[in-house]
């Protein structure tokens, strides 16, 4: 079984400043997905980015970017430029390809509370 | 504006009553799911739905009951729960689509249950 570990219950970060988040995983499979979430007071979990385990290329989605490291099983999330909405507990998550779905069990680590100081 | 629609947003009930979580989305979806989530914690999964049939029951107990009546309709129907039950129910949902194995899954903002 797949186990997803965020070493950081909580972060703090000053606006406008950049913060890295951590997460690593344990598996034996070679390919898989890997997801942060961010889930805002308001309750609704939201797909901040992804990345797939075969492409080496580290994802980007506008402040958000990917440390990739497929033989560490790392994971980590860097926020650039860092706003007050990005004010959330972060999840990161492993989705396993076994069965060939394309849908399927996410497993989440235990969450990162981020506060963004203005 | 989230996608995924549920309702009720709040719901209190006591250990004897019987009630249902409804999940709504128009996306053309054909995977669905049922996750719980306690304060602080990471989402767990209870159930995925593909093309209206129970795919994954993560060994749920019998008082939590899904349903999946078409395509766009999730229902969790709740009967003689525990005070433990008490938490956050999120619904989600992805496409299913051959050939393409990464669909993310997309929430809704969740029904947050209280067992009196």
């Known amino acids: 079984a797949q186990t997803v570990t965020q070493s950081q219950p909580e972060m703090s970060v000053q606006e406008a400043e950049t913060v890295t988040l951590s997460c690593t995983y344990d598996?034996?499979?070679?390919?898989?997905?890997l997801f942060w979430y961010k889930q805002p007071p308001s309750r609704q979990m939201i797909l901040v980015i992804r990345?797939?385990?075969?492409?080496?290329q580290n994802a980007t989605e506008n402040r958000f970017s990917v440390n990739f490291q497929k033989a560490a099983k790392s994971f980590s999330l860097k926020i650039s430029d860092s706003q007050l909405g990005d004010a959330a507990m972060y999840f990161c998550?492993?989705?396993?390809?076994?069965?060939?779905?394309?849908?399927?069990?996410?497993?989440f680590g235990q969450g990162t509370i981020l506060t963004v100081h203005p | 504006d989230t996608e995924v629609t549920q309702t009720p947003k709040h719901l209190v009930m006591g250990m004897t009553n019987k009630k249902s979580l409804k999940c709504e989305q128009h996306?053309?979806?054909?995977?669905m799911y049922w996750y719980k989530q306690k304060a602080k914690k990471p989402p767990e999964l209870m159930f995925v739905?593909?093309?209206?049939?129970?795919?994954i029951n993560e060994s749920v107990p019998s008082r939590f009951s899904p349903e999946c009546p078409n395509s766009s309709l999730l229902n969790l129907h709740l009967h003689a729960l525990q005070p433990e039950d008490s938490a956050l129910y999120l619904c989600?949902?992805?496409?299913?689509?051959?050939?393409?194995?990464?669909?993310?899954?997309?929430f809704g903002d969740g029904t947050r249950l209280s067992i009196l």
């Open positions: 990345q797939e385990a075969y492409k080496q």
């Open positions: 998550a492993y989705r396993s390809l076994a069965g060939g779905t394309s849908y399927g069990k996410l497993t």
């Open positions: 989600a949902s992805s496409h299913v689509v051959r050939g393409r194995r990464n669909q993310p899954q997309h």
């Open positions: 598996t034996s499979e070679s390919d898989y997905y």
């Open positions: 739905y593909s093309y209206e049939k129970l795919s």
């Open positions: 996306m053309g979806h054909r995977a």
